[in-house]
């Protein structure tokens, strides 16, 4: 496959569910970079949606430009990643310390925190980032495989097989996050590196999708809708059937198979520009 | 006044008030939380107010009676703290102004001035590194090595394809005709991704891609947790599995 001539379907939903007054999710897409990045703001603290709007905002104003020049500073290399996702895992520090700051000067956003999980798509390779439990999966084939670990409580005692799935999704303590970003000065990211293949689709969701819905349940829709739009719609509709515990959002992405369209796209670029 | 959120897998049943006399839980219906399930005694355990805090008592019930999960005959509780009685939780909320009385069907929205367990928050850097040793003090315990490193390698058993052996380090795996494919085929009208081999937490599971591979000669429903000696067939290759701990 040709890196340049990839075409992706995208849309988004963000819903505040059936429980919560406002919605303290917040995503952004910037299509011209296949960047894709979600933010779940912290309850309980004050003003999640003020920190999830601001990681998103600086994730995707650090990117700005041709993806590296827009960066004040080149990140540490890590040698493992290629620099699409040393740059990723870059900008959500830079948020980090952007949202921290905003929190130690704003006595009623003190101690305000989100989560972030940001996705960037160059040529058939994928750059993943994230910290907390905002998560990102990947459809391929028929098969849902989750692409980020939580960083949560419930999913270190998964891990350290203290607990199995299905305890952990009973478990009281879900919404315990052992890593969010704002919260300290500074934050460790997880960043990954996948390569993708025509006619896969990416999810990143909040977690109001995922302890609402089962993964079965998520992938029967993955699997059914003809379209990312319906896709994105009956998963935030199917969270809210199931209670609605807190606000959903998803970011669908489908990488299209359809050969014939990535080669008009190539030429006829406003044809594959905005499919949202 | 202190309020009891009663829920049960998320969602919330019932919001009771303590005013004045001892609150029971219990699979009888004269408690005052009566819930109907086999995992609950009779006469479970009571929540009361003594010189104005709260204590809760496990009344010798079957399965216990939990709180913050650590089992408790006694405890004090505090705003926050969650009661595990079966599977249902009592969550404790005193901050809760004097409402109307709650419709128990209804989950009422949760309002900033009322900090909800459900609602995520992360811990402080103190009391994360005392549950984070916790946790690895009891995977000691219990006899598990935390963070276990295991090795899976898929071995070539007959076919065309580019390596004699392969180690599965990353989280997915793809054996087709595809250059970015980790185990490459070989030949014409090969699939660019015949199968896949997904790792997780407990293990790694083959998944289908444009063919459908057996597994011990079998052919593959949903994605399968593979087992050590597994043989995996597709496109005419076939490969041993075989994971060490």
Not at chain 2, 48 to 56: N, T
Not at chain 2, 133 to 143: L, P, W, Y
Not at chain 2, 227 to 240: A, F, H, K, M, P
Request: hydrophobic share 40%; aromatic share 4%.
């Amino acid at each position: 496959m040709n890196a340049k001539q990839i075409h992706l379907d995208v849309a988004a939903c963000s819903d505040k569910g059936r429980v919560r007054p406002i919605n303290e999710d917040s995503y952004r897409i910037s299509l011209d970079r296949n960047l894709f990045v979600l933010s779940d703001g912290l309850g309980g603290a004050a003003k999640g949606e003020v920190a999830s709007a601001m990681a998103v905002e600086a994730v995707v104003n650090s990117l700005r430009g041709n993806g590296a020049a827009g960066c004040a500073e080149k990140p540490a290399s890590c040698s493992e990643f290629s620099d699409e996702t040393n740059f990723l895992v870059h900008a959500i520090e830079l948020a980090n310390r952007h949202i921290h700051e905003h929190g130690m000067r704003d006595p009623g956003c003190r101690g305000m925190g989100s989560t972030i999980v940001a996705a960037r798509i160059c040529g058939s390779r994928l750059s993943l980032a994230h910290v907390g439990d905002s998560r990102a999966y990947l459809f391929r084939a028929d098969t849902l495989q989750q692409l980020t670990s939580d960083h949560s409580l419930v999913a270190e005692q998964v891990r350290r097989g203290l607990m199995n799935h299905q305890q952990a999704a009973a478990s009281e303590l879900q919404s315990v996050l052992t890593r969010a970003l704002g919260t300290e000065d500074s934050v460790s990211v997880d960043a990954d590196e996948i390569e993708l293949f025509p006619g896969d689709s990416l999810l990143l969701c909040s977690d109001g999708l995922t302890r609402m819905v089962p993964e079965s349940e998520i992938a029967g829709i993955m699997a059914e809708a003809p379209a990312v739009r319906i896709a994105a719609e009956r998963l935030v509709e199917r969270a809210n059937e199931h209670g609605g515990q807190d606000n959903i959002t998803v970011v669908v992405i489908r990488l299209s198979n359809n050969k014939f369209r990535s080669w008009v796209a190539k030429f006829v670029p406003w044809y594959g520009a905005n499919l949202v | 006044m202190p309020l009891l959120i009663v829920k049960f897998e998320g969602s919330v049943l019932q919001k009771v008030a303590i005013n004045g006399g001892p609150i029971t839980i219990g699979r009888g219906p004269d408690n005052s939380i009566a819930i109907d399930n086999l995992a609950i005694s009779n006469h479970h355990a009571e929540i009361k107010s003594e010189q104005g805090r709260l204590v809760v008592e496990d009344l010798n019930s079957l399965n216990g009676t939990f709180v913050n999960n650590q089992r408790v005959k006694r405890s004090a509780l505090k705003h926050g703290d969650v009661v595990l009685i079966g599977k249902h939780s009592i969550e404790i909320d005193e901050l809760a102004r004097s409402e109307s009385p709650v419709n128990p069907h209804r989950p009422s929205g949760g309002g900033k001035a009322t900090p909800r367990v459900d609602e995520t928050f992360i811990l402080d850097t103190e009391k994360r590194r005392q549950m984070m040793q916790e946790i690895a003090a009891s995977g000691e315990r219990s006899q598990i090595a935390p963070a276990r490193v295991r090795v899976a390698t898929l071995v070539r058993v007959k076919g065309q394809i580019d390596k004699a052996e392969y180690q599965l380090t990353g989280k997915l795996t793809v054996i087709g005709k595809s250059e970015m494919a980790t185990i490459r085929l070989r030949g014409w009208f090969k699939p660019k991704m015949a199968a896949q081999i997904n790792r997780r937490d407990d293990g790694y599971y083959l998944g289908r891609g444009d063919k459908v591979p057996t597994i011990n000669g079998s052919p593959l429903g949903a994605p399968t947790l593979l087992s050590d000696g597994d043989l995996i067939e597709v496109c005419g290759v076939q490969l041993r599995f075989s994971i060490k701990e």
